[in-house]
C-alpha cells in the first residue's frame, strides 16, 4: 500500500538558512499534520491542513510556515534556522479529521549546524 | 488541555512472553480515540492499535490488544508472546477535536 513520502530524507543546513521540507501525502487522504520530534523527545504538532486549509495550529514558530497544495502535498518552510531547530520532522496524513488515524511519514532528520 | 501520561520510561520483557505497558489520560471531551504508535530505532511511526471511546470492546491486532478504561481514563497495552522485533519505544497518544497528543514514551527491551 501506498505510505506517505517525505522529501528530503536527511538536510543539513547552517545557521540562519532556510529550508523547506516536502510531504506527499496517501492518496485520497485530504488532512496533512506536521510534527517536530526532538532528541528522545515525543513529536510536538505543529501545524495542520484540511481540504488545503489550515486546520489546527500548534507550537510551532513564526519562522516557520506551511501550506497544503491543490494537488495535496504540503512544504514546510523554516527559515533563520537555529540549532534548536535540529529534530527529526515528520508528516503525517488521514482521511478526515477529528480521531481519523494519522499515518506518519519516515521523516526528514534535519541538522542545523 | 489534554495531557497523556506514560509512567514507565523503560521496561523489559523475556521474548515469548507477555508484557503491559501504561497509559493514562486526561480529558474533558466525550469523544475521543486513542493510539499506540511504536517507534523502532529507524525513528519510524508506526501505528499499533486504535481504540475509539464510545466503543465498550477493547481493541485487539494480533499479538496486540488494549485494556480500556474510560472512567479511570486508562488505556494499557498489552503486547503477548513478545518478540525480539517489538523492542522500540512505544508512544500512547490522544485525539480528539485536536491533533495528536502524545505521552514522553515507553522504551521496551525484548530479552532473547
Known amino acids: 500500500a501506498a505510505g506517505v513520502i517525505q522529501s528530503p530524507r536527511h538536510l543539513i543546513k547552517e545557521k540562519r538558512e532556510t529550508a523547506t521540507l516536502k510531504c506527499y501525502p496517501i492518496p485520497r487522504h485530504d488532512t496533512v499534520y506536521w510534527y517536530q520530534q526532538g532528541p528522545g523527545q515525543d513529536p510536538q504538532f505543529l501545524i495542520s491542513f484540511y481540504e488545503k486549509m489550515q486546520s489546527d495550529k500548534g507550537s510551532i514558530p513564526d519562522r516557520f510556515s506551511a501550506q497544503q497544495f491543490s494537488d495535496y502535498h504540503s512544504e514546510l518552510n523554516m527559515s533563520s534556522l537555529e540549532l534548536g531547530d535540529s529534530a527529526l520532522y515528520f508528516c503525517?496524513?488521514?482521511?478526515?479529521?477529528?480521531?481519523?488515524?494519522?499515518?506518519f511519514g519516515p521523516g526528514t532528520r534535519l541538522l542545523v549546524l | 488541555a489534554q495531557t497523556v501520561t506514560q509512567s514507565q520510561p523503560e521496561m523489559s520483557v523475556q521474548e515469548a512472553e507477555t508484557v503491559t505497558l501504561s497509559c493514562t489520560y486526561d480529558t474533558s471531551e466525550s469523544d475521543y480515540y486513542l493510539f499506540w504508535y511504536k517507534q523502532p530505532p529507524s525513528r519510524q511511526m508506526i501505528l499499533v492499535i486504535r481504540?475509539?471511546?464510545?466503543?465498550?470492546q477493547n481493541a485487539t491486532e494480533n499479538r496486540f490488544s488494549v485494556n480500556f478504561q474510560k472512567a479511570a481514563k486508562s488505556f494499557s497495552l498489552k503486547i503477548s508472546d513478545s518478540q525480539l522485533g517489538d523492542a522500540a519505544m512505544y508512544f500512547c497518544?490522544?485525539?480528539?477535536?485536536?491533533?495528536?497528543?502524545f505521552g514522553k514514551g515507553t522504551r521496551l527491551s525484548v530479552i532473547a
Open positions: 497518544a490522544y485525539s480528539g477535536n485536536t491533533p495528536l497528543v
Open positions: 503525517a496524513s488521514s482521511r478526515g479529521r477529528g480521531g481519523e488515524t494519522q499515518y
Open positions: 481504540q475509539e471511546a464510545y466503543k465498550q
